[in-house]
Structures are given as structure tokens and as C-alpha cells.
């Protein structure tokens, strides 16, 4: 089987909603990704066997989105694009996909990306607006039309934001993460503690310029938007809940902004990057996807633990194997719920099914650049952000194992294994 390699990465800034990239268009914010990498590493006119990825967020225009994107960037027009949509392990999944084309030798080279934007979500109306339109569309005669057009009323023109609660619950992710908190006890105090452990350690990596090799200027902006070297514990404390305003323990500060963003990730076989002279940052072992019943009973962002217990134990590997890792922080309860139930030996047992417990990990190895409580969290995008940077680490070590997950709306969890390229 073939090595699939992680050649580089490249992403915009994360930047709040309605903000800085308000007047872009997903289509526009992922074509600068793309071509941001084109431009790095010599890719115009070079063919793609295949360019997949996707966004959660996306009007009916952009159907199509990731082949116009490709049709709107330096590459050979000749290269496809695929898109696919896990929600926030849609890169992720993306990179996944991409890799077992080059490990089967369906294809040489590849990008996996994605991007969102929530400032270019599409406006709806309601289904009795709708429904009139197209009764007004089909109708015959002048008469058939002024009958339907008399049922119109001007509250049925007010739009509305497209939803993310869940479907079958009707409940926001935050609601569910609070629901989570309280099933594993999980307090404010240890929520604030994880979220400013991340602005800290993603302070520090601006600092160093960790970054500089990871993220372009865009639109005027030069970093991510959501590192706050200001801040302190005291002042997350001071925050009110947001989801539950009752008895909540989830807040602005230990749970992820509404991002706008993209991000792109450049993969090769291992004998394509030899023969093209491409440095290999990193590897890509294995991945999996899981999921759980969230609607009776499980957490709704607890699929992570499952799709780790299942790759790990085909790798006929322990938890405690790795150098790096990175669990992206859609909320601090939500990490530490994960955490929590990999040393908890009933969930281990009845949930993952094992004999014993996964065990804890070295948070020290946690999110040592800082995660997305403190980047941002475009939704499409984060999968390709964590890759790029777990290969820009992973490339810096010899012998070096990380291990990515990212929980999903829909109770799924998206969970991949990389290693340093010597």
C-alpha cells in the first residue's frame, strides 16, 4: 500500500462573521486558499487528480462549488473537483478521501480543502411563501393569479438565516454541549481553565511566528482574529452563559466564535513528491468516522471517542502513543467530555465496547499551538487547518505520532493518525 504525503498547507485568516470577509463569496473565499497554494508550491497549470472538499454553509448556487472554485484558480482546468459535506469534519473527511485515492493509486496528487462563511449565508423564506411563487408560477389566466396573489401578506416576505440546530432535536450544539457538561460534570472553572490554556498557547505560537508559514494575509487581514492576549481568567469568568441562561456553564469564551474562513492541503504519493522535489512534512497513516445515537441518549459530540477507539485498536495502538494531539475545541466541555470518558470505564465498556480503559492523555501534548477556542472554527474549514499545522509540527521531530479528531453535527466524529516524515 502507498504512503500518502502531506506536502503543505495554506489558509486565510480566521476572522469573525459579518466582519472582514462580509462582502465575499464562499466560492471567493476558498478560490484564495487555493490559490495561495498554487502559488507556493508551483502548482499553475499542474494537473489535480482530484480537488475535494466542501462547505456547511452554501446557497444553491454553489452546487458545484469546489469544480467552479478549481475552474477559478491557476490550476490545469482540466483537474475535477468533488464536493462533499460532514459538517465541521467535512475537510477532515476531505483529506481522508483524498488519501485513500493515492493510497489505492487512484491518483498521484491532490488538495483536500475547505471553507466557510456565515456572512454569505443564504436568506429563506417560509414554505407558504414558496409554495404561493410557485402556484403563482404555474397559474393560468389573470384571474388564477389574482386569487393567489391575494393570500399574500407582507409578514410572509420577512427572510430568516438558515438554522444549524439539530433536526431531530431541534436544539442548538451549544444546548446539547450544555447538556454534555452536565452528564460528566464538567464546571465552568475547568471550561475557562481549557479555553485560556489555548489563548495562551496560541499567543505564544504568534509570537514565535509559528504561523507565518500556515496563514496568508487576506482582505487586510494579517492573523487570526480571535487570539486575545488580553485576556485572563478573571474575565472569562464575568461572562454570562450563552446557551442555557439558567443554571449554563458554556460561554463566549469557552466556545467557538462564528468564524469565516478557508483553508487548503496540498497531498501526494510518496514517489510523486520524490520525483518532484517536494519536501514531505508529514504522513498520513490511517483515519476513521463514527458515530453515536445522540437522539436517545449519547452526547452529541462524543463520536470522537469512538472513532479514535476504533483506529486506534486497528493500529494495534494505545492512546497513549502519541507525541501530538489535536482535538478540535468546538467547546471546552466538549474536550473535556472526551477526555473524561476515555478513562471512564463504564463508557468504555458499554459505548466503545472494550475490556479496559483508553486512559488519560498529557495535556501538555494537548493543542500546543492553541485550538479553535482561540482560532476560530470555520466550520468546512477547520479539518484542513488541523492537518496543516499537525504537519508543519510533526515535520519539525523524527519519529513523531499525532493524532487528530473533530467532533461533527449529526453525532459523528472524524478521527486521523499522521507521523513525522523520518
Excluded at 462547505?55 to 473537483?81: H, M, Q, Y
Aim: aromatic share 6%; net charge positive; proline share 4%.
Amino acid at each position: 500500500m502507498r504512503r500518502v504525503a502531506i506536502i503543505g498547507s495554506q489558509r486565510t485568516p480566521f476572522v469573525k462573521s459579518f466582519g472582514a470577509y462580509s462582502q465575499i463569496s464562499t466560492k471567493e473565499l476558498l478560490v484564495a486558499s487555493l490559490n495561495q497554494l498554487i502559488e507556493k508550491y508551483g502548482l499553475q497549470g499542474k494537473l489535480m487528480d482530484d480537488v475535494i472538499g466542501g462547505a456547511v454553509i452554501k446557497s444553491t448556487k454553489d452546487f458545484n462549488l469546489v469544480r467552479e472554485a478549481v475552474l477559478s484558480t491557476a490550476l490545469n482546468p482540466n483537474s475535477p473537483g468533488l464536493d462533499l459535506q460532514r459538517a465541521c469534519g467535512t475537510s477532515l473527511e476531505a483529506v481522508i478521501t483524498m488519501a485513500n485515492k493515492i493510497r489505492l493509486g487512484q491518483a498521484e496528487v491532490g488538495i483536500a480543502c475547505g471553507v466557510d462563511s456565515n456572512s454569505a449565508s443564504p436568506l429563506e423564506v417560509t414554505q407558504r411563501l414558496r409554495n404561493l411563487f410557485l402556484e403563482l408560477q404555474f397559474a393560468k389566466g389573470n384571474l388564477a393569479r389574482l386569487k393567489i396573489m391575494s393570500q399574500f401578506r407582507p409578514k410572509m416576505f420577512l427572510p430568516s438565516m438558515p438554522s444549524v440546530n439539530e433536526p431531530r432535536t431541534k436544539k442548538s450544539m451549544g444546548e446539547h454541549c450544555e447538556l454534555m457538561a452536565k452528564t460528566w460534570n464538567i464546571s465552568r472553572k475547568e471550561q475557562d481553565e481549557l479555553a485560556f490554556k489555548s489563548q495562551k498557547a496560541a499567543e505564544v505560537a504568534l509570537k514565535e511566528g509559528f504561523f507565518e508559514d500556515l496563514v496568508f494575509e487576506y482582505q487586510g487581514q494579517k492573523k487570526d482574529q480571535f487570539i486575545r492576549p488580553e485576556t485572563t481568567l478573571e474575565k472569562m469568568a464575568s461572562l454570562k452563559p450563552a446557551f442555557d441562561k439558567v443554571s449554563g456553564t458554556l460561554t463566549a469564551a469557552n466556545s467557538t466564535p462564528l468564524t469565516d474562513g478557508s483553508s487548503a492541503v496540498l497531498l501526494t504519493s510518496e514517489d510523486y513528491a520524490k520525483k518532484n522535489n517536494l519536501k514531505i512534512l508529514a504522513f498520513i497513516e490511517d483515519g476513521q468516522t463514527s458515530a453515536v445515537d445522540f437522539v436517545h441518549g449519547a452526547g452529541l459530540l462524543m463520536a470522537p471517542t469512538k472513532a479514535v477507539s476504533k483506529l486506534i485498536t486497528r493500529q494495534k495502538m494505545k492512546l497513549q502513543d502519541f507525541q501530538i494531539y489535536e482535538i478540535h475545541e468546538a467547546f471546552a466541555a466538549q474536550v473535556l467530555a472526551t477526555l473524561k470518558a476515555w478513562s471512564d470505564p463504564k463508557y468504555c465498556k458499554e459505548e466503545l465496547g472494550l475490556e479496559g480503559i483508553l486512559g488519560e492523555i498529557d495535556l501538555e501534548k494537548l493543542n500546543i499551538k492553541g485550538g479553535s477556542l482561540a482560532l476560530g472554527h470555520p466550520f468546512a474549514a477547520t479539518g484542513a487547518r488541523l492537518v496543516g499545522s499537525t504537519a508543519s509540527l510533526l515535520a519539525k521531530k523524527e519519529n513523531q505520532k499525532a493524532l487528530i479528531t473533530a467532533c461533527t453535527a449529526g453525532g459523528m466524529g472524524v478521527a486521523l493518525i499522521m507521523t513525522s516524515p523520518q
